[in-house]
């Protein structure tokens, strides 16, 4: 038995008074995942664990069986080992997204007249943009803090679109950070990084910083790259269009090089497999979890992915291994966006134009293959954050027992008879399939 994980990431929400009290799951035309639903199994999910933030990165691990309190390290380590970047023993990795805020520091005092994130995206900032502004910040801002030092200590290195990694050499992962598509229109200045703790073993004249001398390196930065990016003539044509500018850097979920072991060591009837995301943590994720990267052509993380390559990719892919994960984006962002319409068409699109495709192709094959279809989280689009509650899921292969369910959506996958799984029981429930 082959297996497919195909993952809608955010798609699950909460009741919508414009949709008379639906979800969108429930209002949205999906026919292709209400089959699987009806002629599979299905049931609910705890992905996030106690104690930890509600993030794809937390959820998507879980969901593939690891637990967290011995592996997570937050996504900046992650996000590295996605674009090729290996990790230091002494490095700290951020995940560095590049965002819009509606004042921008402008200069060196504190004005208290700070304004609020706009947006988590830079205006969703395409990739070939971010890597410009990335190589500015490079040039204008690390290199005169790093001759400071005397050594390399900050580095961004370019990711996808406004997903950038930002690594401090010495730099101490007790702090915290606050994720901010968790901050739409809130003022960004209570937002600063804070030490964890004023206790964390320090040894005085190592390389490693403390964690109040890491958190007062973060917000230099942070307030710094809002003047200089501001002043780069990307931001400036933007703001003669009106369009939103991608005007300050924001480090978040930072931590060290992680240990993982890989799924082939984990389940042995898993001898080879492979992930489809356009997205950094989740090659991250992949590439720890000894999966091949399979990059697609067009695939953004948006709605206007390419959801049919990513199909094919799938395909391709089931041929040759025996386990897949695939991961889209959109429903996430637009979520965090706060676009019903746009959500809507996104988990429409990832019915009729991925897991569609997927299904009329290997349900043909003689060999067997079990498909899950679920979410990592909630991103209700009217609060536009991510909620730590039970997603739905669905499980189907080729002579599965059925259930009584009839459609797939968080009300109606209550009924399901795996009833509700948490965190590594949903892959140890999946890899049992055989």
Known sequence: MKHIIILGDGMADLPVKRLGGKTLLQSANKPMMDRLAREGRCGRLMTVPEGFPPGSEVANTAILGYDLNRVYEGRGPLEAASIGYEMADDDLALRCNIITIDKPRLGDGNSGMDGVIVTHNGGNLETEDGDVLIKYLNEKLAAPINERYGFERVKFITGIQYRHLLVIKGGNKHIICAPPHDHPNQEWYPLLVKPESQNAVHHAGSIRLSPEETADLLNELIIKSQKLLTEHPFNIERAKRGERQANSIWPWSGG????????????????????????????????????????????????????????????????????????VEASDEAGHDGDLELKLKTIEYLDQRLITPIFNEVSKWKEPICMAVLPDHLTPVEMRIHVGQAVPFLIWYRGIKPDDVQQYDEESCVAGSYGLLRHAEFMQTLMAIK
């Open 256 to 327: 060290y090089r992680p240990s993982m072991e890989t799924l082939m060591q984990r389940y042995p009837q898993v001898k080879s497999g492979s992930v489809i995301s356009a997205v950094d943590l989740i090659r991250g994720i992949g590439h720890y979890a000894g999966l091949k990267i399979i990059r697609v052509k067009g695939a953004t993380g948006l709605a206007d992915t390419n959801y049919e390559g990513k199909a094919e990719a799938a395909i391709r892919a089931l041929e040759r291994d025996d386990f897949v994960f695939v991961h």
